[in-house]
């Protein structure tokens, strides 16, 4: 049993107790009150202020990499909208773009979104509509090439009808898919984030016509009760 610094025992009523606990405020909704309250004890929240990251989805790409390793010293990177910023930061880490892991600097991370960011070091940011016509160019003159993994972590803004949020965000997930399509380089990689519901079947079938491998996985630092689970296509065919 575990002790207090004062050398008492502490029960596991005890230790639910430390949970952060958030009164409902006058015109805050019960369910941003509930929010509020996951966040405060979410250990994926805390673990990212401790450490550093703009959001608890760096764990995510982390979790991901680690199954499929495609965060290289060295990959040069596209990680469309990319706001908050935790998936570049991880990015910028694994690909040793500052050199942190002995030698020489390595790999490059472009990050794409439509509003301006605070800088990540080791990480290009730009203001831009992937879907434009002419992004997938400007992409490739920043790059100095094509891209060895394009990533997304998107979601279309919330409609509060879960069958509408699923279309919405598989038919931006299918828009950045045809961009990687346009800037990835052969045998490169493309994640992306779903939402289930029965509509992703034709993402499947576009990916696996382009790529070896199409995976599907729910990493751990993905919420138990949400829908999320995210897209790995390796190895594309060019």
Known sequence: MAKTPTGKNTSGRGQRDLKVKVKSARGRKLSSTRWLQRQLNDPYVKRAQAEGYRGRAAYKIMELDDKYRFLVPGARVVDLGCAPGGWCQVAV????????????????????DLQEMEPIAGCDLYQLDFMEDDADLKVKEWLGGKADVVMSDMAASSSGHKQTDHLRIIALCEAAAYFAFDVLEEGGTFVAKVLAGGAEGDLQKILKQRFEKVGNIKPPASRADSSEKFVVATGFRG
Do not use: F, P, S
């Open 93 to 112: 880490k694994r690909c040793n773009v500052l050199g942190d892991k002995g030698g020489k600097a390595q790999g490059t991370i472009l990050g794409i």
